[in-house]
């Protein structure tokens, strides 16, 4: 039986998903957040990894960048409200293989964590149009400044925008404070912005926080 492994923010979509599809495929976790996703991913090593993209700590892209960084050939399903052709045309171009909306009914779902099992590709209808059209143009448009943050940069964003303090980012991170305070620094002078609050506007536009 295909083991799968479920990452949602909010407990009782989780458990709900789990509920679902338990009488069709073998449900060996569910958490709740980008960190617990990857510790969980190393300890189980699911044939399917079905996951959100909004999730506190650590989002669902950068824990996704993270678990193919370590197993390129893991099999992702990305389950989310974003009905966003160029979202789902990022997520593919990272490495998932299956892009889901949270509104699809059960049978689509099950369909999508058989596709993505067996090695191929799996996409909501409800996206697909557009995303064709993403792939027509040629170009997959990235929120503003997305490409200007590396990956810790990325997950120091996040934390700030979840509004951790920087003692508490350097303890999530395993870093010191001042080494904090300088991806912040660089982050401000990257994207030409001058307040914390003006960072967290950035995280909101990169969905690393929110939605």
């Not at 190393?42 to 993270?66: C, F, H, W, Y």
């Not at 160029?86 to 299956?98: D, P």
């Not at 099992?117 to 503003?144: C, N």
Request: charged share 20%; glycine share 8%.
């Amino acid at each position: 039986m295909t083991t799968v492994l479920i990452a949602d923010d909010h407990a009782v979509v989780a458990q709900g998903l789990s509920a679902l599809l338990k009488e069709t495929f073998h449900i060996v976790g569910v958490v709740h957040d980008g960190r617990a996703l990857i510790e969980a991913f190393q300890e189980q090593r699911p044939d399917v990894i079905l996951t959100d993209i909004s999730m506190p700590g650590l989002n669902g892209i950068d824990a996704i960048r993270k678990i193919l960084e370590q197993q390129p050939e893991a099999k992702i399903v990305i389950v989310t409200m974003h009905d966003d052709s160029h979202l789902a045309a990022q997520a593919f171009r990272l490495g998932v293989s299956g892009y889901v909306l949270k509104t699809s009914p059960k049978e689509e779902l099950i369909k999508a964590i058989q596709e993505v099992s067996q090695g191929r590709a799996y996409l909501s209808p409800q996206v697909a149009r557009g995303f064709i059209d993403v792939l027509l143009e040629g170009k997959i448009k990235l929120p503003a400044s997305a490409g200007t943050l590396t990956g810790r940069q990325r997950e120091v964003l996040q934390l700030l925008a979840e509004g951790k303090t920087m003692k508490e980012i350097a303890g999530i991170l395993h870093i010191s404070p001042r080494t904090v305070e300088s991806h912040k620094y660089e982050m401000m002078q990257n994207l030409g912005v001058t307040t914390t609050a003006e960072l967290v506007q950035h995280a909101i536009r990169l969905k690393l926080v929110g939605g």
